[in-house]
C-alpha cells in the first residue's frame, strides 16, 4: 500500500527545511546605521565543526565591538551584523551564497569561507564586485597567486609551520634520521604533508615512507604495520582530529614507539588533547596561533591574554587558532574602517593593504599577494595534558621532550 | 611478520565490519528495507557506551545490556508506528522514509552531543597483546568475540525460536505466511526491532575502539552497505564472510597499493560483486 499523504507531507517538510535555511541568509536588516558582513560557512556536512570554530570567532569579535558602541566611521557609530549563510560543505555552493550575499543580502564586506580550496573559489567573486575578503583559514600559497586585490588573509604559506619543526627537531634530536609520512588525501593536511616531505629532504633527513589516506578512512592496521616495519625515527601524520584520534590509538594498539611524533592539525584543539589523553603525551604540532602567546595588540582585543579569557566566558572553552583567527579578522576589519573612516569598500581596502599593526593574533601586516607575512607560527608539545610552545624563543614555555610511546 | 600482521589485522577488523553490518543485512534481507538510519543507530550506541561509562562509571559490558533491549523498543516502535505504513510501497518510498528519520536523528545528535569528536577511554586501558612481534589490541579482540557471540545469538534466535522461525517464514513467503497465521506487521516490527538492537550494540563495541561523532554514521553505512553485497543478504554468515573479504582487501590493498587506494579496490571489488555475482559470496533468500 501506497501513502502519498505519507510522500507529500514527506516532501513538504524537506521544502520547509529548505526554506529555513534559506531565511537564515536573507533576514535583511533594515536600520541604516549597521555594518553587514558575509559569513559563508559549512554548518553542515562534515566541515561542520570548523564552521561553529569561525562562528564562535566572528560572534565574539562582533558582541565586542557591539559592546563598545559599535565601529567608529568618521565619528558616526555604526553597529556590526554578521551574516551568515550555509554552503553545506559544498565548495561549489560557497561560490553561490558569497554571490548572494554580495548582490542580493547587501553585505558591505565578506569573511572567506572555511579552508584554501572554497576561499579560492569565492575569492573570485569577491573581486568580481571589488568586496574586500578577509580569510580566515586559507594558507596554501595557491590562494593568493592570482593576484587579487580584494583578499587578505591571516595564515602564513604552509612551509612556515614545517620548518621551524624540522630545524628543531634536528637540533634537539641528532639521531632522528628515517622520517615516516602519512597524510590526510586532501588540500590542506597533504599541502602541509610535502612541505614536510620537501623540509626533511633540505635538512638531510631520509623520507621512508610517504603515503596518503582516504578520507573517511575506518582503519589504519595495514599502514601502521606498515610503518612500524620502516623503523622511523619520526612518524609525521596530517589530518583532523577523527583521523588523528584513531590514528594515535591504533598506534599504541600496534604498540609503535618513536623519538618524535609530530601530528597536524590534532593537538592545536582542546578536543584531540582531552580525547588522545595519555596517548597524546611528547606529541609535537605546529599552528598559526596559540593562547600561551602574549602579545599587546592594538585592536579591540587588546593582549593575547584578554582575547582568550573574553572568550572562555563566553564559550568555557580554550580557544584554538581556528577561533582567534576569524576573531582577528574581524578586528582587522574594524581597524580598516575606523581608519579610513568610511564604508567605501576600495578606502577600506587600501586600509587593509598598508596594515602594519600588533594584534593579540601576533604583527599583522599584508603581502603584496594578500597573504600575511608578518606572524611566526608557534611549534609546540603537549607536555603532562598540556601544551607548551617550543619556538618562537621569544615566547618559549619549556624545552622539546622526545619519546613517545 | 609485516605479512601475517597484516593478515591478523584484516581477521580482526573483518568481524567489526561484520558486528556493523549484521543488523543492517538483517533488516534488509527480511523486510527488504534498505535501512539508512543504522549508522545512526550506531553513533547512538557509542554515546550510550561513552555516556555510561563517564557519568555512571558503567563498563561498556553493561552499556550493552542496556543497549540491547533499549534500542529493540525503539526499533520496534519505528517499525510499528512508520515504517509498517509504507512497507509495502516501491523500495524508493521506504528508502525515502528511512534517509529522513536519519537525517532527523544524527541532527538532533549533532544538536546534543555537538559535532566534536570524543573517545571513550578505559581507565585502565586494556593494553595490547603480543606473540612473536605479532600485536592484537584486547579491546578489538574483545569486541570481535561480541561480535561473533551476537552474531551466534541471532543464529539460534532465528534457528530455534518460534519468532525466528516466523522471521525466516515471512522473509521466504509474505503471503503464505500470512495464510499459516502469523502476523506479519508484529513479525516486522520483530525483525527491525532485532536490527536495532545489533545496530546499538555494535554502537556499544565500536565506542572502545573508533572515535565518536554523528559525523562517523555515514561511514558505518557505507561499510555495512559494502559488507552486505559482499556476503550477500539472508543470512547471518554473509555477514562475516563479506566483512573479512573486505578487511582482508582493503589491508593488502593499503600495503601494496598505498592507503589512498585501499578504499577504491574495496569499491571496485563492490561493483565486480554486483555485476558478476549479485547475490554475493553467501547469500539466499530467507534467513538461515
Known amino acids: ?405 | 611478520m609485516l605479512a601475517i600482521q597484516v593478515l591478523i589485522n584484516a581477521l580482526v577488523l573483518g568481524c567489526l565490519y561484520a558486528c556493523i553490518a549484521i543488523g543492517f543485512s538483517l533488516v534488509w534481507g527480511v523486510l527488504n528495507v534498505i535501512n539508512l538510519i543504522h549508522g545512526s543507530f550506531i553513533v547512538l550506541g557509542a554515546y550510550l557506551a561513552w555516556g555510561a561509562y563517564n557519568s555512571l562509571g558503567l563498563s561498556p559490558w553493561y552499556a550493552l545490556l542496556i543497549a540491547a533491549p533499549a534500542f529493540f523498543v525503539f526499533g520496534y516502535l519505528l517499525q510499528r508506528l512508520l515504517l509498517n505504513r509504507v512497507i509495502t510501497a516501491p523500495v524508493l518510498v521506504t528508502l525515502t522514509l528511512t534517509f529522513g528519520l536519519d537525517l532527523i536523528l544524527n541532527n538532533a545528535m549533532i544538536y546534543y552531543f555537538k559535532a566534536d569528536y570524543r573517545k571513550l577511554i578505559l581507565n585502565p586501558p586494556t593494553g595490547s597483546i603480543s606473540i612473536f612481534d605479532v600485536v592484537v589490541p584486547v579491546d578489538r579482540l574483545i569486541a570481535t568475540a561480541s561480535a561473533l557471540a551476537l552474531t551466534f545469538l541471532l543464529y539460534l534466535l532465528l534457528r530455534r525460536s518460534k519468532v525466528g522461525r516466523a522471521i525466516v517464514a515471512v522473509r521466504l513467503d509474505r503471503d503464505a505466511a500470512v495464510l499459516m497465521g502469523v502476523d506479519v506487521k508484529s513479525i516486522y516490527a520483530i525483525a527491525f526491532g532485532l536490527g536495532a538492537a545489533l545496530a546499538g550494540c555494535a554502537g556499544v563495541l565500536m565506542a572502545l575502539i573508533f572515535p565518536i561523532s554523528p559525523l562517523t554514521s555515514s561511514a558505518y553505512l557505507g561499510k555495512a552497505f559494502v559488507v552486505c553485497v559482499l556476503g550477500g543478504l539472508g543470512s547471518v554468515s554473509g555477514a562475516l564472510a563479506g566483512g573479512i573479504l573486505l578487511a582482508l582487501v582493503e589491508g593488502v590493498g593499503s600495503v601494496y597499493l598505498g592507503p589512498a587506494h585501499a578504499v577504491t579496490l574495496s569499491f571496485v571489488l563492490l561493483i565486480i560483486f554486483l555485476v558478476v555475482r549479485p547475490q554475493g559470496l553467501l547469500g539466499r533468500k530467507g534467513f538461515e
Not at chain 1, 305 to 321: I, R, T
Not at chain 1, 344 to 358: C, I, T
Request: hydrophobic share 40%; glycine share 6%; net charge neutral.
Open chain 1, 1 to 405: 500500500m501506497f501513502h502519498p499523504r505519507l510522500a507529500v507531507s514527506a516532501f513538504s517538510a524537506s521544502l520547509l527545511l529548505a526554506a529555513a535555511g534559506l531565511g537564515a541568509t536573507s533576514s535583511m536588516a533594515s536600520a541604516q546605521d549597521v555594518i553587514r558582513f558575509g559569513a559563508p560557512l559549512p554548518i553542515t556536512g562534515p566541515l561542520a565543526p570548523e564552521a561553529v570554530k569561525q562562528q564562535q570567532g566572528y560572534d565574539l569579535w562582533a558582541e565586542q565591538a557591539n559592546k563598545a558602541g559599535g565601529i567608529d566611521v568618521g565619528g558616526k557609530k555604526y553597529k556590526v551584523e554578521i551574516v551568515y549563510s550555509d554552503y553545506q560543505s559544498n565548495t561549489p555552493r560557497s561560490v553561490q551564497t558569497t554571490e548572494q550575499m554580495i548582490t542580493q543580502d547587501k553585505v558591505n564586506f565578506m569573511f572567506g569561507p572555511f579552508g584554501s580550496g572554497a576561499a579560492k573559489a569565492a575569492s573570485t567573486i569577491a573581486e568580481k564586485y571589488k568586496v574586500p575578503m578577509l580569510a580566515a583559514t586559507a594558507s596554501s600559497s595557491q590562494v593568493y597567486d592570482q593576484n587579487y586585490k580584494y583578499l587578505f588573509g591571516t595564515f602564513t604559506p604552509n612551509d612556515t609551520l614545517t620548518t621551524p619543526l624540522t630545524q628543531l627537531v634536528k637540533a634537539k634530536a641528532a639521531d632522528v634520521k628515517k622520517v615516516a609520512i602519512l597524510a590526510r588525501n586532501d588540500l590542506f593536511p597533504l599541502a602541509i604533508a610535502q612541505e614536510m616531505e620537501k623540509s626533511a629532504k633540505a635538512n638531510g633527513l631520509e623520507v621512508v615512507y610517504f603515503e596518503k589516506y582516504a578520507i573517511n578512512t575506518l582503519d589504519h592496521s595495514a599502514t601502521l604495520s606498515q610503518i612500524k616495519s620502516l623503523n622511523p625515527q619520526w612518524v609525521f601524520v596530517t589530518g583532523y582530529t577523527n583521523d588523528l584520534l584513531l590514528i594515535r590509538k591504533q598506534m599504541v594498539d600496534q604498540q609503535m614507539k618513536a623519538n618524535v611524533v609530530t601530528m597536524i592539525a590534532g593537538p592545536a584543539y582542546q578536543e584531540f588533547i582531552e580525547s588522545a589523553g595519555q596517548s597524546a603525551e611528547n606529541i609535537s604540532s605546529a599552528s598559526w596561533w596559540h593562547p600561551a602567546e602574549q602579545y599587546n595588540g592594538k585592536d579591540i582585543f587588546g593582549t593575547t591574554a584578554n582575547f582568550v579569557k573574553l572568550f572562555k566566558d563566553k564559550y568555557k572553552l580554550e580557544p584554538d587558532y581556528a577561533h582567534a583567527s576569524a576573531a582577528v579578522c574581524g578586528a582587522l576589519f574594524q581597524m580598516a574602517i575606523e581608519k579610513a573612516g568610511s564604508l567605501d569598500r576600495d578606502k577600506v581596502r587600501d586600509e587593509l593593504a598598508k596594515m602594519d599593526v600588533v594584534t593579540f593574533w601576533g604583527p599583522v601586516k599584508f603581502g603584496a599577494n594578500g597573504q600575511i607575512n608578518s606572524l611566526e607560527p608557534p611549534v609546540f608539545q603537549i607536555q603532562a595534558g598540556k601544551p607548551v610552545v617550543l619556538f618562537p624563543d621569544a615566547i618559549k614555555q619549556g624545552d622539546f621532550k622526545l619519546g613517545v610511546n
